[in-house]
Nanobody, 120 residues
Framework: QVQVVESGGGLVQPGGSLRLSCTVS????????MGWYRQVPGSHRDMVAT???????NYADSAKGRFTISRDNAKNTVYLQMSGLKPEDTAVYYC??????????????WGQGTQVTVSA
């Protein structure tokens, strides 16, 4: 069974920084695309940043210049370094990943989410 687990959320003041982590664990041969999304109550889930298996990255306009996505393939982990945080960044942040198991099965899924609150 494969699990996707996020960590690193919390309360931060405007202008502050946070680093989110997401690890995919289980019977994994390789993790391909990984990404961060966020959702506020009553709204849909929006892409924040993604990274492909080749290392290509993509950012939402709201994240460009403030957030950096990176990954450690040896640990099947993706990070989101957030700086210059604004109150409008407040949301539940979700990690999404897709992978191939040691049995050659392709799968994907979401983590449980981690709350980020930006407030004075």
């Amino acid at each position: 069974q494969v699990q996707v687990v996020e960590s690193g959320g919390g309360l931060v003041q405007p202008g502050g920084s946070l680093r989110l982590s997401c690890t995919v664990s289980g019977d994994i041969a390789s993790v391909r695309n990984m990404g961060w999304y966020r959702q506020v109550p009553g709204s849909h889930r929006d892409m924040v940043a993604t990274t492909s298996g080749t290392g290509a990255t993509n950012y939402a306009d709201s994240a460009k210049g403030r957030f950096t996505i990176s990954r450690d393939n040896a640990k099947n982990t993706v990070y989101l370094q957030m700086s210059g945080l604004k109150p409008e960044d407040t949301a539940v942040y979700y990690c999404n990943a897709d992978w191939r198991t040691t049995f050659g099965v392709i799968g994907g899924g979401w983590g449980q989410g981690t709350q980020v609150t930006v407030s004075a």
